[in-house]
């Protein structure tokens, strides 16, 4: 090897807005638009499936169920209770020799929850009680424009679909915080402590209804949901609603370079790896899944741990007449999943040689977990060499990662329970700022970087 090739031996990071020409900049920013437009639309799982069944619609899939035939060049969805939804493309291959592609990303973000009996009045104020969902720096919820969105079932069984906050002429909601002036003994404790979980009461209302004894200003409150939806307070024990921040993505930078919005983590996964399944023209039989309960351990039956999702793998085995042992012992999968990023304001975390760096393409993670790898897959050599080959063989721009360094703290994806099912399995998703805040940040760049993996993949 001539002295002049010596730094192909080395491995090294590259920016990918410093290789891309202009026409492959425009690609970026226009996918970027389409991504934004989603986040806005879906601030929960449920409309994150709702928005991509109905895209899936318009590219002629449609919806399977199990017991149903399948055959070459079918392309269905599968809905799991109306909270995460399977797309599937039946492929020319024969999948008990070659397996079937999949990607998976969940659609669930850390958010707050209300509590089953939630209303209560105090001193001027009605509020929602919560309990917050994933992990989240509960100080940073306060004094932020928040909305509402979820569904209530009414007594009477009807399903009432409620979103308020994100359009301009409609109210928001918000979280108290106390004034600096008077904030000595708060700043003084740990930041776990500043605020705490009973404190993310959220103000939902404050004029009292005259007629009333009591609870005037709750039943005032009440009075408004009852006329609009029929909602009585018993209601809210059958609701699943959510407190989310009520501001829209926008571009962050003079250049534009990146995006801030919430629910990065795990949309700016799941909508590259969903576009990517409905572009495809594949030879390879393709399943996307977008999942719910990441965020909480995967748990119940919308999550990943859920048995659905090998019995959807085993149906389609069934349909066409293959071995599903064999069929999952041959396949492989991409868990699209977001990655910490490497922050220069915050540096001795990270052990920055393996860190992600922004806008150096989507990055593989060969492990998550905490600690000594706790609670990951661990993908194998030869995964890990057979997706580098292919995304280095179609120039594509990625990295590798990891969250942190050893021990600082850790995190965990669904790669460990799709691997359990005999699948090979490998971590991939967006390097990520200020992760699990309600306003994140990523580079266009890395999210255009992964459609293109989640695509050349599922070829």
């Known amino acids: 090897m001539g002295k002049d090739n010596y730094k192909e031996l080395l491995y090294k990071k590259e920016n990918y807005y410093e290789v891309a020409d202009e026409k492959e900049k425009d690609k970026i920013f226009n996918f970027a638009e389409q991504y934004k437009d989603f986040i806005n639309e879906c601030k929960t799982e449920r409309e994150c499936t709702s928005y991509a069944i109905s895209k899936a619609k318009e590219k002629g899939f449609t919806e399977f169920h199990f017991g149903e035939k399948l055959a070459k060049g079918d392309k269905r969805f599968f809905i799991n209770r109306d909270k995460g939804v399977s797309f599937i493309k039946i492929g020319k291959n024969n999948i008990e020799s070659e397996g079937i592609r999949i990607v998976v990303a969940h659609i669930d973000a850390p958010r707050i929850d209300l509590k089953q009996i939630p209303m209560f009045e105090s001193d001027g104020f009605c509020y929602f009680k919560t309990h917050y969902y994933g992990g989240i720096k509960k100080y940073q919820w306060t004094t932020i424009p928040l909305s509402l969105h979820g569904v209530v079932v009414l007594n009477s069984g009807e399903k009432v679909n409620i979103s308020v906050g994100e359009k301009e002429d409609e109210p928001i909601f918000y979280i108290s915080d106390l004034l600096p002036h008077l904030s000595k003994n708060q700043m003084a404790g740990k930041a776990n402590e500043i605020i705490n979980g009973e404190q993310l009461n959220v103000i939902i209302g404050g004029i009292p209804l005259i007629d009333a004894d009591s609870d005037k200003i709750k039943l005032g409150v009440l009075k408004l949901l009852n006329e609009k939806y029929g909602i009585t307070e018993n209601d809210f024990i059958s609701s ?53 309960k990441e965020e909480i351990g995967s748990e119940g039956n919308t999550g990943m741990k859920s048995k659905v999702f090998e019995d959807l793998i085993d149906e389609v085995c069934s349909a066409l007449k293959c071995n599903p042992r064999i069929v999952r012992g041959r396949s492989m999968c991409i868990s699209c999943d977001v990655d910490g990023c490497y922050d220069p304001n915050f540096p001795s975390v990270f052990e920055k040689r393996n860190t992600a760096l922004i806008s150096c393409g989507a990055c593989m993670s060969k492990f998550t977990g905490s600690g000594g790898k706790s609670g990951s897959s661990d993908a194998s050599a030869e995964t890990v060499g057979k997706i580098r080959r292919m995304l280095d063989e179609n120039k594509i721009i990625w990295q590798t990662s990891e969250l942190g360094k050893v021990d600082q703290g850790g995190g965990g994806t669904v790669a460990k329970y799709i691997s359990q099912l005999n699948i090979d399995t490998v971590d991939i998703g967006l390097p990520v700022i200020s992760m699990h805040s309600p306003y994140e940040l990523i580079s266009k760049a890395d999210l255009y970087s992964m459609y293109k993996i989640c695509l050349t993949f599922l070829k």
């Open 240 to 292: 699943e609603l959510s407190i989310v921040p009520a501001m829209k993505a926008r571009d962050v930078g003079f250049d534009r370079a990146f995006i801030g919005g919430y629910g990065h983590d795990d949309r700016s996964c799941s909508f590259p790896c969903m576009e990517a399944l409905f572009d495809v023209d594949n030879q390879n039989t393709s399943i996307c899944i977008l999942v719910d």
